[in-house]
């Protein structure tokens, strides 16, 4: 079994769904911090005139600073704004119906307040993976009662992960090589790898200009979700060759 762990992302970048294409099951790590102004809670999406905007989802105010704890605020209204947003893309992306109807769905899908931010974002990745025809298969951190007592350093939060979920691979995205160091992967039996960092260009139309790495919900309006696939799967993975964190 081949392991993804990441942080839940609200509609993430293409990437990210690269790495769960290439896995068999999918971890939810949840056990973090929360982090204000990060991919957690917001991405971007094109904009006419100053080239990109953030569509972002607000969270209520919490004592606990922990992902697995932060709540939507209002999410009714959350909807609303981000939908409108998403506007700007009507009459000119050809896919605009299909993914706004992708938008409605994931809010449709975690229901009325309170609604945890991890939650949210998760419907949003089931929700796309569907309509891409990628497999995802998850489990949420925060429920799995794992051990993290042996982690000594940030690479090891995934060994240990896989290491008590009896996984034989993990796959990472290739920003996070330089905090793994391998002899701990093969003392541990586990194959790691990493993606490479997508580089899908396609043709926007109207005012837009394209810009790389916005969240997946701009490359759905524009290109047919069997071409992202096909993209995907002609991306392989990188098993070594570049320095890895030293001991």
Same mark, same amino acid.
């Given at each position: 079994m081949r392991l993804g762990i990441m942080q839940p992302y609200f509609f993430p970048y293409l990437g990210y769904f690269d790495v769960i294409r290439k896995t068999d099951r999918w971890i939810v790590f949840d056990v973090v911090k929360y982090q204000a102004k990060h991919w957690m809670n917001r991405n971007r999406i094109l904009e006419p005139n100053k080239g990109e905007q953030y569509i972002t989802v607000p969270v209520d105010k919490h004592s606990s600073r922990m992902l697995?704890?932060? *709540?939507?605020?209002?999410? $009714? +209204?959350?909807? %609303?704004?981000?939908? =409108? +947003?998403?506007?700007?893309?009507r009459n000119v992306a050809p896919y605009f119906d299909a993914v #706004?109807?992708?938008v409605e769905e994931t809010f449709d899908d975690v229901g009325d307040d309170p609604v945890r931010l991890s939650d949210l974002n998760v419907a949003g990745l089931a929700r796309v993976c569907a309509h891409l025809g990628i497999a995802f298969d998850y489990r949420i951190c925060s429920e799995l009662d794992l051990d993290y007592a042996g982690v000594q350093h940030a690479g090891q939060w995934?060994? %240990?992960? #896989?290491? +008590?979920? /009896?996984? *034989?691979?993990?796959?990472?995205?290739? /920003? /996070?090589?330089?905090? &793994?160091? =391998? %002899? %701990?992967? +093969?003392?541990?039996g586990i194959d790691i790898a990493f993606t490479r960092l997508p580089d899908?260009?396609? $043709?926007?139309? /109207?005012? &837009?200009? &394209?810009?790389p790495h916005l969240s997946i919900v701009d490359c759905l309006m524009w290109v047919p979700g069997t071409e992202i696939l096909a993209y995907l799967d002609e991306l392989s993975l990188d098993r070594g060759g570049e320095p890895m964190a030293a001991p």
């Open positions: 697995s704890d932060i *709540t939507v605020k209002d999410m $009714p +209204q959350a909807r %609303e704004k981000i939908l =409108r +947003q998403l506007a700007v893309y #706004c109807g992708i995934a060994l %240990e992960i #896989c290491r +008590q979920l /009896g996984a *034989t691979g993990y796959v990472n995205p290739s /920003g /996070g090589k330089s905090i &793994f160091r =391998r %002899e %701990e992967w +093969q003392a541990a899908f260009r396609y $043709p926007v139309g /109207g005012k &837009f200009e &394209f810009v």
